[in-house]
């Protein structure tokens, strides 16, 4: 079976196929768009500081607006409300992952497990009044099944899940990966096809810049066609997956898209700090090199 057959039998692939007929909604019908505009905003272990305190002093020195935190931080809820408050730094989505691929096994017993999971998590979420809780069905190795026996899976669990996210007011968000670590939703149309098919508000969807530069063509038009479903991105650089500016990597062309899309969303660090520089003087220079970036993409 060579690619394009294996592809229209999954419905991922289909959402890939069904592209070039995609349409953006709202300048079609020629809708007034918020401009958009460059949150920036970082995963908690990047920014100094040996506190979350000093962290968040940090992130307000370097204009952030945005702190995302990893898993599902239920234990710290005073603590990030009590750091947080006055500041001007909103949490962001929680980095939570694929508790294992539990939510995709067929275990049901594990799959139970895994969706009670999420749902703590978009608990912890909405408390924090976070933009969502970052998902990915499974990474290498953890499950067997084949993309169209995941997607039937995907489409009988994920409507309870967002109808759940909607009731508590957060949301899920898929994050395609690059196939150094997924078999399964690589790229934004892929995640945009689940999307369109659920059709519903608690299940949406995020870019990672690290992922989007090894598996997509055309970075302006992958944001694009996630449209209304993107409410999250990743930032950090191909070759290395670290901080902007610390190795040529361009974002123009993804940032096209999202103020095509009129993005409202975060862009948050999410790499590491080349070996043997001082994050103290490098994430600062990320962040400049990003809004440099960002008026450099005109559309
Ligand atoms: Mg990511």
Redesign the pocket.
């Known amino acids: 079976m060579n690619r394009r057959s294996f592809l229209k039998n999954t419905l991922v692939g289909a959402g890939a196929l069904a592209l070039p007929g995609f349409a953006l909604p709202s300048l079609a019908a020629g809708h007034a768009r918020k401009p958009a505009v460059l949150r920036l905003c970082s995963q908690e272990g990047r920014i100094p500081g040996k506190t979350l305190k000093e962290k968040v002093a940090n992130l307000q020195k370097y204009g952030c607006v945005g702190i995302e935190f990893g898993g599902n931080p239920a234990n710290r809820l005073a603590e990030i409300k009590d750091t947080l408050k006055g500041t001007g730094i909103k949490v962001a989505a929680l980095?939570w992952g694929s508790q294992k691929g539990d939510l995709v096994s067929l275990d049901l017993e594990k799959r139970k497990g895994g969706i009670e999971a999420i749902k703590s998590a978009l608990n912890t979420a909405a408390e924090l009044e976070s933009n969502g809780v970052?998902f990915v069905p499974c990474f290498h190795k953890q499950s067997d099944l084949k993309p169209e026996e995941l997607d039937k899976i995907l489409f009988d669990i994920l409507p309870a899940i967002g109808d759940y996210a909607k009731k508590v007011g957060s949301r899920v968000l898929l994050?395609p990966?690059t196939k150094k670590e997924t078999f399964y939703i690589n790229r934004l149309e892929q995640a945009v096809a689940i999307c369109n098919k659920l059709n519903n508000k608690g299940i949406c969807m995020?870019g990672?810049f690290?992922?989007m530069s090894l598996e997509e063509t055309d970075q302006t038009q992958a944001f694009v066609t996630a449209g209304k479903w993107l409410h999250h991105v990743?930032i950090?650089t191909r070759d290395h997956r670290i901080l902007p500016a610390q190795e040529p990597h361009s974002f123009v062309e993804g940032f096209k898209g999202l103020k095509q899309i009129g993005y409202q969303d975060f862009c948050s660090l999410?790499c590491g700090c080349k070996k043997g520089t001082n994050p103290e003087e490098e994430v600062p220079k990320a962040f400049e090199c990003l809004r440099k970036q960002w008026d450099e993409a005109k559309i």
């Open positions: 980095c970052i994050e990966l995020m990672d690290y992922h990743h950090a999410e």
